[in-house]
């Protein structure tokens, strides 16, 4: 039961993580509870062996003792004796969330720690809602930071801050041809363009393929930003520069990524679902999905067809490494 139990924990799967938490202190628990699931699950039957027993001689009304085999139970396999089957467990984190940030954060386990390899290679764009407010200037472009300035921002229209956003992604938009290390003039440029998938070819400074005002009640504001190779630190500076360009200040009051690569809010594992069952669904739901987009993703990427598992392939096929 145990080894069945673990088969099915060969893959990734995403969490919702909340704010406040450190990312370690996720994986952590999320390891705590599979590592309670597993053991917890019915042992199968122990190994019988013959041992020869002394007891009275059956039918004999005289008092002697015999040896007689029996199989009886081995007991060094007992958890009692032994202790929990499974210690420990191999647990990958994705891009990472800071202690403020919330959202998707991705998780791998066992065998399918490889496939994060395989999407930070494919370089695929994450999505975040970052909720700013105008008229504050602190230290670290949070809320919650040391007040430096305070400015009116009666001047701040809708239309002014939608110029702001257009004109920082039309200038990321030329950055990110530049690190994709295309020329603009051929056809391949062209194709990739029409696609979608222009990115880095390697690392870069934080990209933004796009970037729109959702919401606008001054002072707050509310911006969804789809890039890469970011930090939340960096987008919480942008939302301190884009106060800046429109001449007044802005801090940040939350960054929320909402997807990563092709995990969304949707798939995200709330913390009461942080358990053993949930998690073994969450992966096999999505390891058809995983295993098609990252080919379909890193063949773009590189021109050819990636070795990667097919929907059916069991992810341990894919790497020979141990727990």
């Not at 290679?121 to 700013?132: N, P």
């Amino acid at each position: 039961m145990g080894s069945s139990g673990l088969a099915r924990l060969q893959g990734l799967f995403a969490v919702y993580k909340p704010p406040g938490l450190k990312w370690l202190h996720v994986r952590e628990t999320v390891e705590l509870q599979l590592l309670k699931g597993l053991n917890a699950q019915q042992p199968s039957a122990p190994e019988q062996h013959v041992r020869f027993l002394l007891g009275p001689v059956e039918g004999s009304e005289e008092k002697k003792l015999t040896l007689t085999a029996t199989s009886v139970p081995s007991l060094t396999t007992h958890r009692l004796v032994r202790g929990p089957a499974f210690r420990n467990l191999k647990i990958g984190v994705g891009h990472r969330l800071d202690v403020q940030a919330s959202g998707v954060l991705v998780l791998a386990v066992g065998h399918g720690r490889s496939l994060l390899t395989d999407m930070y290679d494919a370089h695929l764009t994450k999505d975040y809602t970052v909720r700013g407010l105008l008229g504050k200037a602190t230290d670290n472009f949070c809320e919650d930071g040391q007040l430096i300035e305070k400015t009116t921002y009666d001047h701040v229209t809708r239309e002014r801050l939608d110029r702001i956003l257009a004109m920082i992604q039309g200038s990321h938009q030329k950055a990110l041809v530049m690190y994709s290390n295309l020329d603009l003039k051929s056809q391949e440029a062209y194709e990739r363009a029409v696609q979608g998938v222009i990115r880095p070819m390697n690392k870069s400074p934080m990209l933004i393929a796009g970037i729109r005002c959702l919401h606008f009640a001054p002072p707050e504001f509310l911006l969804e930003v789809q890039c890469m190779h970011e930090t939340q630190q960096q987008l919480r500076r942008l939302v301190h520069e884009i106060g800046l360009e429109l001449k007044t200040t802005a801090v940040c009051m939350q960054v929320r990524r909402t997807r990563d690569g092709f995990f969304g809010l949707d798939d995200a594992l709330l913390r009461t679902q942080w358990d053993l069952h949930s998690i073994q669904d969450a992966i096999q739901t999505a390891a058809p999905r995983v295993a098609r987009e990252l080919r379909k993703n890193l063949s773009l990427m590189s021109g050819h067809q990636q070795q990667l598992p097919s929907a059916g392939q069991p992810w341990a096929s894919r790497v020979q490494a141990p727990l």
